[in-house]
């Protein structure tokens, strides 16, 4: 059975950094490009960045210049390493790949 499992979050502080990871588990087609998206309570999900097959990588503008999206193969892991968080950061983040998405994990940035 396909599966995306997250990990990573947690508290941290305005200016902090976190990495979060996607591993996936399962046959999953690689032309299926990697996703992160977010929720903010009382908010829609959005999409936060992903990587092609190819390794062509896109970032929502909200976060180009502090999110770097990266994977490793012989891991089937996706990874989102985050800089200079914000506030506004707070959400769940969700792994994507195709029609499946993993169980999200909760990033809250506060002081």
């Known amino acids: 059975q396909v599966q995306l499992v997250e990990s990573g979050g947690g508290l941290v502080q305005p200016g902090g950094s976190r990495r979060l990871s996607c591993v996936a588990s399962g046959f999953i087609p690689d032309f299926y490009a990697i996703g992160w998206f977010r929720q903010a309570p009382g908010k829609e999900r959005e999409g936060v960045s992903c990587?092609?097959?190819?390794?062509?990588?896109n970032y929502a503008d909200s976060v180009k210049g502090r999110f770097t999206i990266s994977k490793d193969n012989a891991k089937n892991t996706v990874y989102l390493q985050m800089n200079s968080l914000k506030p506004e950061d707070t959400a769940v983040y969700y792994c994507?790949?195709?029609?499946?998405w993993g169980q999200g994990t909760l990033v809250t940035v506060s002081s």
């Open positions: 990587i092609s097959s190819s390794d062509y990588t």
């Open positions: 994507n790949q195709g029609p499946i």
